[in-house]
């Protein structure tokens, strides 16, 4: 019911939104925290960015701090991840993820996850 949209291709240094609608509406997205993870190749996944259901906290990964930002649109049923200075180091499979618990970094989100957008950041 996650549908992350807004992945590419990008120079190193270049910019991109990413997007994560819940197409099905068959739950009430605001009241959910909503998280950004990615996984490389090889690697595990990690924690990108999460919001608050009201979207005024947001937390983020120090690798990802002062160049991404997360915000939501709840009337829209949907969050966005604005991804700037990218480098070829954020070159991942970029996932949304809902849980309708509070962020925590002890967990993973556990209700519903999206099947992912690749970003590949070029050199």
């Known amino acids: 019911q996650l549908v992350e949209s807004g992945g590419g291709l990008v120079q190193a240094g270049g910019s991109l939104r990413l997007s994560c609608a819940n197409s099905g509406r068959t739950f009430i997205l605001s009241a959910y925290t909503m998280s950004w993870f990615r996984q490389a190749p090889g690697k595990e996944r990690e924690f990108v960015a999460a919001?608050?259901?009201?979207?005024?906290?947001?937390y983020y990964a120090d690798s990802v701090k002062g160049r991404f930002t997360m915000t939501r649109d709840n009337a829209k049923n949907t969050v966005y991840l604005q991804m700037n200075r990218l480098k070829p180091e954020d070159t991942a499979v970029y996932y949304c993820?809902?849980?309708?618990?509070?962020?925590?970094?002890?967990?993973?989100?556990?209700?519903?996850w999206g099947q992912g957008t690749q970003v590949t950041v070029s050199s």
């Open positions: 919001i608050s259901w009201r979207g005024g906290t947001t």
């Open positions: 993820a809902a849980d309708r618990r509070l962020y925590s970094s002890s967990y993973l989100p556990r209700d519903y």
